[in-house]
């Protein structure tokens, strides 16, 4: 009985209007920021006007020793990343590109607000301040944890509100910064490029939600499902894009000199075999051997994923050919066996495939990046090089690889806990009937949540 | 009846080849840079060979310290900015996709020419050699100077020639050179983003030409004006590339360190703050709340322009996010009440609305510059800080902060004459009608300046 | 008799079923290059975790002497040349977008891996050791060999299989590297930025190809031929992405310093001036003066093609406008008269007229190399900067730069013998009916090898 009134009560004639919701919340929410980073925010000392007097203190020679110069080109590659790249990987859907790169711009910019708290508190409130202090390694991190919730966004898309976006991105962040927390500074585990804190969590935590928000009579929209030639292309500007600068994403905020310079090669190489066997089991899956957009559209990117640990280690180039080579493969079978799946039996809803994007592909990152670093010798690395690529200093002096090798599968467990578990949680807040959700016919409608000016003809003739 | 006879000359019908005039203006523009560049234009000591010489002499100890490492990265995203930021952001019109990419990067082109000899005279003519030295920085000037004209461009987009945009541009860079030698040199203002010297110039200057330009039946081609779904997507290709590469835009010619390092994270935080506000009006701007992809497109990219002078200044993080919150506000509601206003009232047809994206937000960058330079202090800026950001040197070097706050101020205002004046009369030589010009009915149409290869009929299916 | 039979078995019924073969080849070459890396790749020592005691060896004093800082810009700019550049450029069919960015995506992705292993067989192998050591450097120049393979992509478009493609690539990159060996190793020539060694050698390459893969028939796909509207603004991006980081790609991997710094102001100015005579020719060419979108998307190009020898040199501002003045000419004439020549006369089908973008254009730089190279002198040059740009060094200490002339021109001959002779040969093997090409009226077709979810409807639309 009261599972009728529940059923009925969730299933009554949706309100899409969010006029008032989505201004109030925009507001409220960039005031709020506004308030908090009058709180805590304030330049770091390589950003600060004063910098001149740091130099002099520290004997820094040159302007160019300022972490600026490392970061910079990296940082603005990850930027093109978070817009353009996830934004435009998107727009895949035959009628859905303005909510895809319009909100994916929405929450994008909400959430690296949002995280420059979040990751401050956790990581650099300042003790004798109270205040967080922000350079460019601040805003990479920012981009980095915005990513999470974007991949999140890649299982609803088509199916939820603006609204319903930034509260998933603001649990998102926090959620991201905790996990963040644990994995890097308790148990100290590397993860540079962010296959566990990134993708791992990110993947599971929109798998969940997807779940908790499940429509059984999505199939009432399928007309909207799928792509047409147009958007299809403009999805593969998004898709080289983050292949591109992927390499610049693993090696953002690893070590400066041979950190990055060995992280980019790694995920150079890594990406580049993916795209082979990406296109083999694509043409493998085909009676006639024809190649699948959505499969080169994703499972290309997923050796990107799964070198997110272990590019800054020492897998040697022919070990990241062999990351991207199996990646290619399992992320491609993904998409032609455990999509169906997922959505059949475990009533996984999963629009972009994240699942076989992010999430898989992050937990194999995780267990490459435990293995590599327990397989780490002196010999390998070198006595200084191994303290420094894994920080042995301070409070793990003493720890040995092989340790470590178990804390990272411990920082890879954790990641899924707060996904699933926090993607559940938040699932649940989402299902309450005053997000302005879609209703199962309207989905992946751009003309729910935006002017459309084109009329509807020319749209018939598209879906027809 | 001097004036029936005015009004006759200047509607008789509108001739549109430009098989002489386009190719003539180009090939004896590019022959006069060629006989200038070869005149005056030589490497500056950092691009020259003899460079292992100045190294020697100057002490300095590694390759890395060259101009070029400092600011390279930054001038390929200003210089994306200008090509796909500024040509796709105008696609947005159903059919005037070649003339925004194609014109955009013709005038462009030129106008870098150009501008490299007219800065070049006005800030950098060696007075023993009489020869200009360039290198990367002066490339970065030149992009900013051709910027003030392709904003200019948006306000008269689809209805001028290629010839009168080339026109325009001449005059355009020669205007901007002076106004930028008046106001960054013979005042002393800083504005390193240009929200003054290349927004506010480069927004009324358009805004001048457009109103001397008034087509009073331009609503004979209605049916062009308008996007449809693919081209608003195409337009947030230039949106995004835009917005990303603001903070490289911002901090590109600023002080090595960490000017540079500041400017980045002030534009950043801006923006983001930005782009909830403009959603936040766009939402609460239509009945059911439903976004607008004008208001997405353009209004998002205001807090960049806003914070084109105190970007390098102390303004601290809360204070970039309060003016990106406001710039969001102001340029969405200038769209919705200003820019129909402009139109019927004072006759000005602003096709991208620059108004509201650049002349505005400009205006305000330029106040918000002269209020926080002349609320600078000693103890937030340090003693040394305070001189490096207001480069109080030589002649300068007993300005105090108030001072520089009115410099400021008298700067904006020297902007905005140079951009009215300066349009009104360039607006007077483009009416001459020798120039090759759309008539009404024509207007926004590729096909009077294109080979267009599709057939008319998929054309009226997308216009009917 | 036997020509009939040899004419009838290689016009038999196409079948165009890539099941078995793509998935063989892709399979096969990736592990081949997994096993070849794994015997000879490792990290350089920049890149490799004993930095730090190569840094204290060498008594470098900061992270940033690493050359990854030097290159990685210009590397991450080249990149996007390579995948989103080409790709998009080659879009401009109606349909055949998926093939354009597709197929380009994962033939570079194959032949930069083989490209590493060749290029390091030839110019890296460490004779003790017998390993090759990549760093930033080499992933550049693997790179910049895939480009020579991308522009032999451009002239049989829409005409071949996926897996003749990667059998093209397997054998382009082979002949570049051993060209590249004979060009730059023995006879010292300069050419960073691959006027002949890539555009030269590539353009030649694909020209050979089409050359041998003749069809008589093409006409019977004419249907296919040609752009629509949105296909011609898809390839704007490619182009405008080329044309902005060409600045980048002629600087890559030139020296250090005065080097890179030079290379892109002359590659800038260069590209600047091509842009104005493309669009004086495009207009000249026509009635009415109307531009044509295939010479803006390829002929603007032609001046960093043209400036790649030449770049590094102290050709001086002027000079670079100059060659991009004739370069505009000369490739916009190239579509207008000699494609249609090259067709008809010669039997040379060049789908994107890389004759007029590569070849022509790499022959002019080339040539414009030796004569700059000739006339180089140590009065403008500087007695150290003369050895340090034409590196005079070791057993090339003597050499003057008449000789280098010389030596540069003869250069020029060795990628066009390579390019020709080689593309013959290949073009036989390609010959072979076992590849699975397309038959002449399914040619330009994307459904031929790629699932098209779009209705017919649709693409009749817009093809009738």
Known sequence: MSDVIYQDYFSRQKNTNIRLTLPVVCFVWQ????????????????????WVETK??????????NDFYFRYPSFQDVHVMIFVGFGFLMTFLKRYSFGAVGFNFLIASFGLQWALLMQGWFHSLD????????????????????????????AVLGKVSPVQLLVMTLFGVTLFAVEEYIILNLLHARDAGGSMVIHTFGGYYGLAISRVLYRPNLHQSKRMQGSVYHSDTFAMIGTLFLWMFWPSFNSAITDHGDGQHRAVINTYL???????????????SQKTGKLDMVHIQNSTLAGGV???????????PYGALIVGFFCGIISTMGYIFISPFLEKTLKIQDTCGIHNLHAMPGVIGGIVGAITAAAASESVYGKQGLINTFDFTGDFKDRTVLTQGGYQAAGMCVSIVFGV?????????????????PADENCFDDEVYWEVREPATHHLLFTI
Chains 1, 2, 3 share one sequence.
Not at 270 to 284: D, G
Request: proline share 2%; hydrophobic share 50%; net charge negative.
């Open 31 to 50: 005031i709020a920021m506004i308030i908090l980073f009058g709180v805590f925010i304030r330049y770091d000392e390589e950003s600060d006007t004063h």
């Open 306 to 316: 799964a070198l997110g640990t272990a590019a800054e280690f020492m897998i040697s």
């Open 421 to 437: 578990v926090g993607g559940a949680i938040v699932g649940s807040i989402l299902k309450l009937p005053i997000w302005g959700d």
């Open 270 to 284: 890594c990406l580049a075999s993916t795209v082979l066997t990406t296109v083999a089991i694509s043409s493998l």
């Open 127 to 154: 003790p004798q301040t109270g205040k967080i202090f922000i350079g460019v390694e601040s805003l990479i991190n920012a981009d980095f944890c915005v990513a999470g919730c974007l991949i999140a966004y890649g």
């Open 56 to 65: 002099a203190h520290d004997n820094i020679t040159s302007d160019i020793e």
